[in-house]
Structure formats: C-alpha cells, structure tokens
C-alpha cells in the first residue's frame, strides 16, 4: 500500500498535538486533544482517532515529541539505579558546583526541593584511575567490579558507570560495562540498562558529565517502556513502521538509538516549535527570527540568526542538575494558558509556575478546577471564546472563570474584577517579555530587530503586547500555530551529535591531531545514521567549535561554526576571529592577541529528510462574509471598556485579506488577539503577518 501521509505527534502537559500532510493532496490534518496523564500513550491515540487518520498510509515512521522525560525527573518517579564511580569520587553529585545562586545574600540555602537523583548508598567506588593525559594510573580491578555486579544485578533497575577521566580515556568504562552485562546474562537477564559517561558525553567537566550520565540511565528503563507499549498500541491501530523522537538539539533520531540515548531526547518539546520558525525565516529570507512559544503550562523563547539556531551545552534542568549534550539554546517560564494566579505571603499577585495542566484544567472548563488561570482571565474579557474552544469540544463556564479570579485574587486585594483580570495578563506577559530578552537583549540583540513567530495553544492571544513591549514590529502568526511543533516533528532530519573536550589554546593545537580526532567523530555520526537508513548521499557534516578567552569562566563558552573539510592553520585563526566577532556582539568587547581556548568539539552528522513544500494560495482582497461570524463585547485596556469587535473564523480568511485591530480571529487550535492599532495581513501562504501603527502590512 502506498504510503503518503506524514504524521509528528507532540505531547505536552496540557494538550497533545498532531500534524499530519497529505503529499497526494496537499491537505494539512490538525488536532488537539487533552493530554492524559500518567498514561500519555492513550493521548497519542486518542489524538490520532480524533485526526481521523488511517495509519496504513502513513510513513515508515511518526515523529514524535513528549514530555516523558522531563516529567520523570521533575516529579522524581524515577527507577532505583547503581552509579559505580572512581574511587574517591563518591560524592561529586552532592557536592554540586559549589555555587551560590544569590552571592550575596548569607540566608541563602539550596532550594528546598533540591533532590539528588541517586542515593548516596547506591553509589559504589570502584579501585581505578586513569590520568588527565589518559594514562593509566591504576589499573581497573575486574575482580571488584565482577563481585559487585553479582551483588547488585538485578537488585537495580539501571546502572551508571563514571569514572574520573573517562572522557579522555575510557577503555575501563568500556570493560566495567561488559562485565556487567557478562554478569546479568550469566543471570539469565537478557537486557541490562547500562549507561557510561564514555557513550553520552566525552567532555572534561566532571558534573555535567556526571549528572548528564545519571540523567540517561534514569531515563532509559523509562523510554524504553513507554516505547514498547506505544509501538504495541499503535500497531493495534494498523501502523508497522517505526517512532521517530524528537531531540533538543533539532534533530530527531530512531526509538532503538533513542531508548541508548534518552537524554538527547529530554527536554525535546520546545525544540520542534524552533525548527518549525527556522523553516518560516528560510521561507522568508529573514535574518532574524524570535520564536515564541506558549503552551498551557510554559512560554518558550529561542532565536534564529541568519536561519540558524543557537546551540548551547549549559543547560541546567533545575538547580545544579545540568545536562551537557548539545541542545537549541531555549529560555523557558512557567507562564501558559493554564498557569495558575495567587497571592504570596507578603500580599503581592503571582503568575505561575503552577499549572491547572490538563486534569483538572483552568475554572473554566468546568472539570473541577478552581484556581484562577491566564485562560480564564482572557475568559473574563471574551478574548477568548466565552461558549467553547478546540472546536467546540472544550465547553466554557464563563461563570466559574469569574468566580475563581472574584474568590482568589479581586476580593482579597481589594480590586474590581476587570483590574483584577488585567493584573493577572500584565504579569505574565511581562514574565514572557523577560523569557525573550533573555534570549535576545542579554545575548547582546536587539530585539527591535526581530521578526516574531508567535505560536502555541496560547501563543497569538498575547502576541501584540509582548511585541510592543519588547519593540517589534512585525508578528507572524503561521497556519495552525496551536499545532507548529508537530509540524517541526515532521520537517526535521535525523541527527546525531558527538561531544569531546580538547582544552588546548587555538596557538597550541596539533592541526593534524585535531584532523584526526574530528575523522574518527565523523566516521561515528556516520555510521548511526547508516544504521538509521540513510543514504551516505544524504549525509550532511556540520563542525562546532566551543571556545572561550583563556582565563574566561567556565560556562563562557559561545559556540563557533568550523570549517568543513581537513582543517589548516588559517581556518583555525578564521574561527577565532568569528570567535571575537560573537564576543563583541554577546558581551560589548574582544580582546585582541589574548590566548583562544578550543574546549570542546561537537560534530553533527544530519541524515536529510525531504522537506514538505507548502503551496501558495491566491490573492483576494475581499473578505468573505462567512468568514465573520459574530460580534462580541470584548475588553481591550486600550480603549478602557468592553467594546463590540468582529470575530474572524481563519480558517475562511483568504490570502490578501487586510483585517484592522481590535479583532479576535479564533480557529480550531489557538485564538489570535488582534489590538486596536495593528493590522493583520493573510499572505500567500496562508500565515497571518501583524504589524503596528499606521504602517498596514
């Protein structure tokens, strides 16, 4: 049977997505339906039912995307795992960075919920050591590792190996993980759950590399399960392919190599949202782009400069928990559809972190919910649909909305309920402002430079007034942006990354040792992707350098794209000075003649997909009459009241329709907030371009 749809899936705390294209027709597919929590594969199936889509004539693989992951860890339901160490080195995950969040302030202490992901009596010290040069200092004791594996398998459900100086040489990795694995078929246990620093991350830092090992082991028993029962169920539903994940380096990679490597695939989910606005800023021809994403639990922001994004390895996924792959630099808030508004001790509104989520949802959906969100604030001013949204599946209790914001907020600070529901969008708005200058003003942009592609649930229904604070001036609103990440779950190509610690000033480097070095990387990016299927053909070779001012802080690093082929002497002085010109740009100075060190090297292997090409529509001024369907009283703080404005069904809307704020235009996935004094613009591709003023698109 011939097979013509391409199909991404992504699950979210609040809401699971689909995106499907139809190659024979051109027709987009789109749904959202609750996510369903702790079960998240009945959403994935309820979403496809919902799609309506046959799954016989889908591609050989879905990508897919979930918040598995980072659930797992944040809510600490984590499998019981073994980390067999250095001996001597017990205590490095405990110990931390030994930094102070707050230098100044003496009653700091560690967050309250600051929890260790191993117990310290699960950890084990193995007799061992391998020197910084990769001399063997002390050889491994193969007779303590076998009493040991016979004493703790399967008394666990993962193991972690991490030896001190693994990253440069981890030959003792590599023999304590065949003993283990000797041990447990010697058991009759077909498969252990091993993890080694050496396989996920080559890099001196001890920590990150540490808890980035961690991280994996506790993540494999736990993808590898929700895999097995999601391909199971979806083969009940007539599909024979395979599960493509999403990565957060942009990329995605197969199950059997993601449930090997389950921490590329952790914190994946606002990473296809990024892809999916590079693929509008190469449609476009824009050099800069900010992606905006705002969900029903989080608002995230990330860049794309000259139709790239930015990569990063410091990611810390909560207080001093790093993970180290290289992933899209993305700055995250607490703030969505369903962050839940409160007072503090001291009597001052708070937006956020906490979510309503899915179950029971906002007080307006009637599900038993009573805290007061964003959702039913914009309730509250009928900015979004006062009878029911998600097309027309989620029913509205405008009443519960009042009575939750009246109860909570209005009644206990003494304000009418319109100020009350004002102060709750102004907080979260400027928190999202904040997310995105995190990402533009203190990366040295200027953010009145960028083009914004708002997206997400809850994405364009805020839009105009994170615009106008942050200064831009153009908004793209894109077909379907409650759905834009599955959408980069389908447009985005296989990838893999190889991560190693050089720590050498540029000056310093042996060229054809590093030739070298980078060959074998090479050779090992492309052979995952030939055992992934793809053709060397569609092979593609990026190089990053990480590089920082010697003497500079650890964690300064900026990321340096290298030259592609056998490198020279004047390549390596061409990437110091881009180098310097990123510094300038990041932190207002360079410093001419200071030493350059070349920390780390990322290879990254991409295996080519063929892109979906959206057609173009053509133009008409006029707008149909059906695509207004009502008026209705609507709040803008602009105007100071409740004043009737048109309602706009997008679907209806046609290419070269010019629509003058205010005005709300809702569809099936997301609701856009157009305020008094911008335009909105319907081009050719179907995506909606806002701008302000006078100035009409």
């Known amino acids: 049977m011939k097979r013509y749809i391409r199909l991404g899936v992504d699950i979210g705390g609040t809401f699971t997505d689909l995106f499907a294209y139809n190659e024979s027709t051109g027709e987009i597919i789109v749904s959202?339906?609750?996510?369903?929590?702790?079960?998240?594969?009945d959403g994935v199936i309820d979403v496809i039912k919902d799609?309506?889509?046959?799954?016989?004539?889908?591609?050989?693989?879905?990508?897919?995307?979930?918040?598995?992951?980072?659930?797992?860890?944040?809510?600490?339901k984590i499998p019981r795992i073994a980390l067999l160490t250095t001996e001597g080195f017990k205590d490095i995950i405990f110990l931390g960075r030994l930094h102070r969040e707050k230098l100044y302030d003496l009653q700091w202490d560690k967050p309250s919920q600051f929890r260790p992901i191993v117990k310290r009596r699960?950890?084990?010290?193995?007799?061992?050591?391998?020197?910084?040069?990769?001399?063997?200092?002390?050889?491994?004791?193969?007779?303590?590792?076998?009493?040991?594996?016979?004493?703790?398998?399967?008394?666990?459900?993962?193991?972690?190996?991490?030896?001190i100086n693994s990253y440069v040489n981890p030959i003792h990795e590599i023999e304590t993980k065949k003993i283990l694995e000797e041990v447990a078929r010697n058991k009759g246990i077909e498969t252990i759950y091993v993890s080694t620093s050496c396989e996920i991350l080559r890099t001196i830092r001890e920590l990150p590399r540490l808890s980035t090992t961690l991280i994996n082991a506790i993540l494999m028993p736990i993808i590898a399960s929700y895999l097995t029962k999601l391909k199971y169920s979806l083969k009940n539903e007539g599909f024979d392919g395979d599960i493509?994940?999403?990565?957060?380096?942009?990329?995605?990679?197969?199950?059997?190599?993601?449930?090997?490597?389950?921490?590329?695939?952790?914190?994946?989910?606002?990473?296809?949202g990024v892809v999916a606005s590079r693929h509008l800023a190469q449609l476009y021809s824009l050099d800069k782009i900010l992606s905006f994403d705002m969900g029903g639990t989080t608002a995230k922001a990330s860049t794309i400069i000259n139709q790239e994004y930015l990569i990063t390895t410091e990611f810390q996924f909560e207080w001093d928990l790093p993970i180290a792959v290289p992933m899209i630099e993305i700055s995250e808030v607490g703030t969505g559809g369903g962050s839940i508004a409160w007072i503090d001790k001291g009597g001052m509104l708070r937006v956020g972190p906490m979510s309503a989520g899915s179950v029971p949802g906002p007080a307006c959906y009637d599900r038993g919910g009573?805290?007061?969100?964003?959702?039913?604030?914009?309730?509250?001013?009928?900015?979004?649909?006062?009878?029911?949204?998600?097309?027309?599946?989620?029913?509205?209790?405008?009443?519960?909305?009042?009575?939750?914001?009246?109860?909570?907020?209005?009644?206990?600070?003494?304000?009418?309920?319109?100020?009350?529901?004002?102060?709750?969008?102004?907080?979260?708005?400027?928190?999202?402002?904040?997310?995105?200058?995190?990402?533009?003003l203190k990366k040295g942009y200027d953010s009145r430079e960028f083009a914004m592609v708002a997206f997400g649930g809850a994405g364009p229904m805020h839009a105009c007034d994170i615009a106008r604070e942050l200064g831009i001036e153009k908004i793209i609103i894109p077909w379907f942006p409650g759905v834009f990440s599955a959408l980069g779950m389908c447009i985005s190509d296989l990838m893999h990354d190889k991560v190693l610690s050089i720590l050498k000033p540029l000056d310093e480097i042996d060229i054809a040792k590093l030739n070298t070095t980078i060959t074998n990387m090479e050779n090992e990016v492309k052979k995952d992707l030939i055992e992934e299927g793809v053709k060397k053909d569609n092979i593609k070779i990026i190089r990053y350098g990480r590089m920082r001012y010697i003497g500079e802080a650890i964690g300064k690093e900026l990321t340096v794209q290298i030259p592609s082929g056998e490198l020279t002497i004047e390549d390596l002085?061409?990437?110091?000075?881009?180098?310097?010109?990123?510094?300038?740009?990041?932190?207002?100075f360079m410093v001419p003649g200071e030493p350059v060190v070349l920390t780390d090297i990322i290879v990254r292997g991409i295996g080519l997909i063929e892109k979906i090409k959206?057609?173009?529509?053509?133009?008409?001024?006029?707008?149909?009459?059906?695509?207004?369907?009502?008026?209705?009283?609507?709040?803008?703080?602009?105007?100071?009241?409740?004043?009737?404005?048109?309602?706009?069904?997008?679907?209806?809307?046609?290419?070269?329709?010019?629509?003058?704020?205010?005005?709300?235009?809702?569809?099936?996935?997301?609701?856009?907030?157009?305020?008094?004094?911008?335009?909105?613009?319907?081009?050719?591709?179907?995506?909606?371009?806002?701008?302000?003023?006078?100035?009409?698109p």
């Open 32 to 41: 959202k339906v609750p996510s369903t929590p702790p079960d998240f594969v």
């Open 244 to 272: 493509i994940l999403f990565q957060s380096n942009g990329g995605v990679m197969r199950s059997d190599l993601a449930a090997q490597r389950p921490v590329y695939v952790a914190t994946s989910g606002p990473a296809a």
């Open 614 to 696: 959206f057609k173009k529509h053509p133009f008409t001024r006029e707008i149909p009459t059906s695509a207004i369907i009502e008026k209705r009283e609507v709040y803008f703080e602009e105007i100071g009241d409740f004043s009737p404005v048109k309602i706009y069904k997008r679907e209806r809307l046609k290419p070269g329709n010019l629509i003058d704020g205010p005005a709300i235009i809702e569809e099936d996935t997301t609701t856009t907030v157009l305020k008094p004094e911008y335009h909105a613009y319907v081009d050719e591709y179907k995506n909606i371009i806002i701008k302000p003023g006078g100035e009409k």
């Open 51 to 76: 799609a309506k889509i046959d799954l016989k004539v889908v591609y050989e693989f879905i990508g897919h995307g979930s918040t598995i992951a980072d659930n797992a860890i944040i809510e600490r």
């Open 122 to 163: 699960d950890i084990i010290e193995i007799k061992e050591r391998i020197g910084p040069n990769g001399e063997i200092i002390t050889p491994l004791d193969k007779e303590q590792v076998r009493e040991v594996a016979n004493r703790i398998i399967p008394g666990y459900d993962a193991y972690a190996i991490f030896y």
């Open 370 to 440: 009573t805290e007061p969100t964003i959702v039913d604030a914009n309730v509250i001013l009928n900015r979004l649909n006062p009878k029911a949204i998600l097309g027309r599946r989620i029913k509205i209790n405008r009443e519960k909305a009042v009575k939750a914001i009246k109860e909570k907020i209005s009644d206990t600070l003494g304000l009418d309920l319109i100020e009350a529901t004002m102060g709750i969008l102004k907080i979260a708005n400027t928190n999202m402002a904040e997310a995105c200058r995190d990402v533009t």
């Open 573 to 588: 002085n061409h990437s110091r000075k881009r180098f310097e010109e990123m510094h300038n740009e990041m932190y207002g």
